[in-house]
C-alpha cells in the first residue's frame, strides 16, 4: 500500500566510502504538521535532507511524495516536484533584486524571456502576504539575514512548494526574526503544507513543532507526536543516554 503522508522516507540508507552515514530511516512528514528533525552534530539531518532533494541518491530505500515513489536529480529537480528548501546559509543571489531572486527557477515564456513585469507583480503580491515592507527593486543582499530567508521562503511559495524544509533557518535570527518566521510557518501549516524543521534549539521545537523525529549516529531512535516526547526524554534520545535515574 503507497504510504498516506505527503512525503515518505523506507529503508533510506547511504553510505560515505565505508562510513554508513544513513541506515534504515523511517519517515513520514504529513500535510499541515511541522515536523522537527533533531539530532546532535553529525547525526545525519543534513544528509537526509540532501537524500530527500535528491542531492544524494540513496544506496538503499524509497521516497514518495504525495504516494507516488520519486526520484529527484538536484534540489532544481526537487523543487520542481513542490519540495523547496531553505538553509541556513541563503542560496540566493544577494547583487539580484529581490524581485529577480523571486523569480529564478520559474520557467521563462516561451519566447525564451522571463516577464519581469509579472515577476515583480507576483513578489510584491507573495512579500504583502508575508506583510513583509521591503522594496522589490533593491538588491537583495541589500536586506538582513532574515529577511533574505524570508525572500527564500517567498521564493518557495512562488513555486508552489508542498514540503518546505529548513536547515538551521534560525541560527543567524534575532528574536523578533525568530517570531515573523514562526508566525509565517505556522500561516503556512494551516494552508496544508509539510515543514520540516531543522534546529538545535529545544525551546523552538515545543514552541511550534507537532511531531518529532531523533536521528543518532544516522539511525532513527524516534518518531512521536511532541506531546509524547517531554523535553528530558527527547534529549536522552538526541545522546543515547539516561540523564536522570527515573
Ligand atoms: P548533521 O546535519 O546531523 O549535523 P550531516 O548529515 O551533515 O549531520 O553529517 C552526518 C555524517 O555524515 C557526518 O559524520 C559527516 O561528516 C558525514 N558526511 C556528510 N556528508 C558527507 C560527504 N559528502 N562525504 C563524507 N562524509 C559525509
Ligand atoms: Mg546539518
Not at 118 to 131: F, G, I, K, V, Y
Not at 168 to 190: C, I, K, M, N
Request: aromatic share 6%; charged share 20%.
Amino acid at each position: 500500500m503507497p504510504p498516506s503522508a505527503l512525503l515518505s522516507l523506507r529503508d533510506i540508507a547511504i553510505s560515505f566510502g565505508d562510513f554508513k552515514a544513513l541506515q534504515a530511516i523511517q519517515a513520514d512528514f504529513h500535510a499541515g504538521e511541522i515536523h522537527a528533525l533533531l539530532g546532535e552534530n553529525g547525526a545525519g539531518k543534513s544528509t537526509l535532507i540532501k537524500v530527500i532533494t535528491g542531492v544524494y541518491q540513496p544506496d538503499e530505500g524509497q521516497l514518495f511524495l504525495d504516494g507516488q515513489a520519486y526520484r529527484a536529480g538536484g534540489s532544481a529537480e526537487a523543487q520542481a516536484l513542490g519540495i523547496s528548501t531553505v538553509y541556513q546559509e541563503v542560496n540566493l543571489i544577494p547583487t539580484l533584486t529581490v524581485a529577480q531572486n523571486l523569480s529564478l527557477g520559474r520557467q521563462p515564456t516561451r519566447f525564451g524571456l522571463v516577464r519581469w513585469g509579472a515577476a515583480q507583480r507576483q513578489a510584491r503580491a507573495l512579500l504583502a502576504r508575508l506583510e513583509l515592507e521591503i522594496d522589490v527593486n533593491r538588491p537583495l543582499g541589500s536586506y538582513s539575514i532574515a529577511i533574505q530567508q524570508l525572500v527564500a521562503i517567498a521564493r518557495a511559495l512562488a513555486l508552489d512548494a508542498k514540503v518546505l524544509i529548513l536547515d538551521e533557518p534560525t541560527a543567524s535570527l534575532d528574536g523578533h526574526e525568530v517570531e515573523v518566521l514562526f508566525g509565517l510557518l505556522r500561516q503556512l501549516r494551516a494552508q496544508g503544507m509539510a515543514i520540516v524543521f531543522v534546529t538545535h534549539f529545544l525551546d523552538q521545537v515545543y514552541a511550534l513543532c507537532d511531531r518529532i523525529t531523533v536521528l543518532r549516529n544516522g539511525r532513527l531512535v524516534t518518531s512521536a507526536p511532541i506531546a509524547e516526547l517531554p523535553r528530558l526524554k527527547l534529549v536522552e534520545q538526541m545522546l543515547g543516554r539516561q540523564l536522570a535515574p527515573s
